[in-house]
C-alpha cells in the first residue's frame, strides 16, 4: 500500500481554447502569455504550492509541447521534488488501451493509477485557464468540517452573466440543492467556479461508475456531479470572494490584463504573501528612450520603447519604435511595433511585426457597435506597410503592403 497523502491535484490543461482563436492555434491554453512575465497556468500551479499541495498532476492534450517545455520539471513553482512534485500526464499514460482524453472526467479516470500511487484521502480538480488567487487549504479544511464528499468553489456572479454558468442553488448550511447548467432564465447567480474537493475513495468509485456508462459524456459537470447528487451524497458549497476570471475568451483574457493596471480590481500580482510563480524569460533590462511616452502600463525587461504606450502590457523583449503608437493593448513577448504603427485595442501574439504605419484595432467610439470588438494579431505574423486591420478581427497570417 502506498504511503498517505492527505490531499493531491489534478490539473486539467489538455483544453484547445478554440475561442480564443490564433493565440491558440500552436499552444495549448494554459500556456498563453499573462500579465507581462506570467502563463496562464502560472497561476493554479503557485495556488498548488502556496496552499502546501506539492503533488500535482497536469493533464495535457492539445499542442502540449510549449506548456511541457514550460513547466519542466517544476522549479519555478518548488515542484521540483522527488516525493510528489509536478508529473505532465498525457493520454497515452492510461489504464488501458491509447485513447485521447473524452471528458474532464475520463482525463481523471485514465489517471487512477497516478492517483493511486499517493493514496490521497482527497483530490481537488482544478482547470487550466482561471485567473484566481485561492487558498485550497481553506478549501479542503471547509471539506473535512462538512464532512462532504464533494465541494465545489462557488462566486456569486451579477445576474446578466449568471446564463453563461453553470448554476447552484444552496442552502443555508451550504449544502448543494440542485444544478442549472448554463440556463437561459436563471434562478441562482451562484456559479460554479469550476474547482473541486472530492473525497477520493467516493470520486474513485463515481469515475469507475461513469466510465462503464456508454452514455455518458465524461464530463464533471454534466455527468459526475449530478450522479453523486442524485445519489443522495454530500456536495457543499464553498464560498469564494476574491478576483476569479475565466480567461477562454479574446474578451475575457484582454480584459484581465487590463484589470492589472486598474487600482479598483482587487486583484494584485505584488502581494508577498501569495507570490504567482513563473519561469520567467531571461532578458536584459527594460531601455524607455528620451522621445518615449510611456504611462499607467507594465512594461517587462528586455523591452526598448521610443514610441507611445498607454494603458497596456508589453511582454518581454517588445519593440515599439520612434512614432509608434499602443495604447489598450497587450503586446507578447518579442513583437515589434514599427515606426508610425497605431496599435489600440489589439491582442498582439508572440513575435509578430507591425510594420510602418500599419493601423491594428480602433477605439469603440471610433467604429458601429455591433462592428467593434479586440483586434488579434497571430504568433509571428507580419502586418506589412500600411495595411489596417479592422476592429474585431483576427489574423492568422501575413498581410502583404498593398502594391
Sequence with gaps: MARKTECISMLLAGGQGSRLGVLTRKIAKPAVPFGGKYRIIDFPLSNCVNSGIYTVGV???????????YIGNGEPWDLDRSDGGVHILSPYQQIEGSEWYKGTANAIYQNINFIDKYNPEYVAILSGDHIYKMDYADMLAYHKEKNAACTIAMLEVEWEEASRFGLMLVNEDGTISEFEEKPKNPRSNKASMGVYIFTWEKLRAYLLADEANPNSSNDFGHDVIPAMHAAGEKMVAYRFNDY??????IDSLWMANMDLLSPTSGFDLNDPSWKI???SPSAPPQFISETA???NSMVAEGCEIEGTVDFSVLFANVTVEEGATVK??????????KCGANVQYAIIAEN?????NAVVGARPED???EDWGITVIGA???IEKNRIIKPKEMIDSDIKEEA
Design 367 to 369: 467604429t458601429k457597435t
Design 293 to 295: 511616452s510611456v504611462e
Design 59 to 69: 493533464l495535457t492534450q492539445y499542442q502540449p509541447l510549449e506548456l511541457n517545455d
Design 352 to 356: 509578430a511585426i507591425i510594420d510602418e
Design 380 to 382: 509571428g505574423v507580419h
Design 328 to 337: 489598450d493593448s497587450i503586446i507578447m513577448p518579442g513583437a515589434t511595433i
Design 277 to 279: 510563480y513563473s519561469r
Design 244 to 249: 476569479w476570471r475565466d480567461v477562454g475568451t
